[in-house]
């Protein structure tokens, strides 16, 4: 993907919602959520706004809004994600490639993600995060709560917006369980 590469996340709750989100920030790309329930007309202005050309998606969202994703690669997510581990028989190409991706350097003035506004007052806009201003949002929130690796930590907002990280990043930082509703 490549550093500031903005990348559509169409995926719903889930494993795989995880995986593409990590996958994403850790490629050095930033993440674009594109909710398939938002109208058609909006996804496109958000496509086009933020210049994508690369969207995550899981089947299911991919076919539901098929005609708005049209001329952009899509990388389908399955429901089933691997997680390799230090014990596990991995392949050496395997192994190679996953200690290559996680070489990936990030710069913290680089972007981690685009939001969009509602769009109450006019034309939703895009605000973009940087990496450091994440990282140090997700210190202080870990240093607030006290999140440590026996807590189990409750993801029920969408991924549209960054309520949705505070549900999920300080827990994996901290090898916790993030308990998916629904």
Not at 92 to 112: G, K, R, V, Y
Request: proline residues 5%; negative net charge; aromatic residues 4%.
């Amino acid at each position: 993907v490549g550093a500031e590469r903005r990348v559509g996340l169409c995926v719903v709750r889930g494993p795989a919602l995880v995986a593409a989100l990590l996958g994403i920030i850790r490629s050095g790309g930033a993440f674009v959520p594109l909710d398939p329930e938002y109208p058609s007309a909006r996804l496109a202005q958000m496509i086009d706004d933020a210049g994508i050309v690369q969207v995550v998606a899981d089947s299911a969202s991919a076919k539901q809004v098929a005609a708005v994703l049209e001329g952009r690669e899509v990388v389908e997510v399955g429901d089933a994600v691997l997680a390799i581990r230090p014990d596990d028989d991995a392949s050496a190409e395997t192994a190679t490639a996953a200690s290559h991706f996680l070489d990936t350097p990030l710069h913290p003035d680089q972007l981690a993600y685009v939001l969009y506004t509602s769009g109450s007052t006019g034309r939703p806009k895009g605000v973009g995060v940087s990496h450091g201003a994440l990282w140090t949002h997700l210190q202080d929130f870990l240093a607030t709560y006290g999140i440590d690796g026996t807590d189990i930590v409750l993801h029920s907002s969408t991924i549209n917006f960054d309520v949705a990280l505070h549900e999920t990043l300080p827990a994996l930082l901290r090898g916790a369980t993030v308990e998916m509703r629904g």
